[in-house]
T-cell receptor
Framework: QKEVEQNSGPLSVPEGAIASLNCTYS??????FFWYRQYSGKSPELIMS????GDKEDGRFTAQLNKASQYVSLLIRDSQPSDSATYLC????????????FGTGTRLTIIP | GVTQSPTHLIKTRGQQVTLRCSSQ?????VSWYQQALGQGPQFIFQ???????GRGNFPPRFSGLQFPNDSSELNVNALELDDSALYLC??????????????FGNGTRLTVT
């Protein structure tokens, strides 16, 4: 069983709609969670970090964490074509980044 | 930001390779990740104060160094075809057991033939 699982997609969303990306993790001791965006051929770019249960909002992005269900999600409101990328979910057993475990990523395509 | 060199590299099976990374100013840790095509990055190891500070499930032929200016090298000996991947360097600031968010470099694309 993979430690961090994501639907590989592709996920297609019309421009202006809400894109919803999901991630589950198997290690119950995971404490910190991250969403990275990766454009094709480029390196991962941090979008959001979340450490506590509930929602965390930053601009058009909202991360949601439910530790009881071992579930993390990322919502992108008012989706733009520039949001088309692969989104990587990552977890860490500590409050830090010394050993991130990544999922395989979800490929998101925003349709103009 | 974090800079890596070279951008691309082609090596033959059995050879050795050295990849280089300059961390972001003010950061004191360097981590290396391997990303195979279509996969998420996999943690190789992290260096802090020139010592290895955590290692993933990679064999000893993957080794590293961190220099006084916090730059780093990743060395891979006896290259195998499966070592073909994007190698990502990331830096962060570690203090009091807490790491700041990772900032990744643009990566080195290694092809082993």
């Amino acid at each position: 069983q993979k430690e961090v699982e994501q639907n590989s997609g592709p996920l297609s969303v019309p421009e202006g709609a809400i894109a919803s990306l999901n991630c589950t993790y198997s290690d119950r001791v995971s404490q910190s969670f991250f969403w990275y965006r990766q454009y094709s051929g480029k390196s991962p770019e941090l979008i959001m970090s979340i450490y506590s249960n509930g929602d965390k909002e930053d601009g058009r992005f909202t991360a949601q964490l439910n530790k009881a269900s071992q579930y993390v999600s990322l919502l992108i409101r008012d989706s733009q074509p520039s949001d088309s990328a692969t989104y990587l979910c990552a977890a860490n057993p500590n409050f830090g980044n010394e050993k991130l475990t990544f999922g395989t990523g979800t490929r998101l395509t925003i349709i103009p | 930001g974090v800079t890596q060199s070279p951008t691309h590299l082609i090596k033959t099976r059995g050879q050795q390779v050295t990849l280089r990374c300059s961390s972001q100013s003010g950061h004191n840790t360097v981590s290396w990740y391997q990303q195979a095509l279509g996969q998420g990055p996999q943690f190789i190891f992290q260096y802090y104060r020139k010592e290895e500070n955590g290692r993933g499930n990679f064999p000893p032929r993957f080794s590293g160094l961190q220099f006084p200016n916090d730059s780093s090298e990743l060395n891979v000996n006896a290259l195998e075809l499966d070592d073909s991947a994007l190698y990502l360097c990331a830096s962060s600031f570690l203090s009091g057991g807490y790491n700041s968010p990772l900032h990744f470099g643009n990566g080195t694309r290694l092809t082993v033939t």
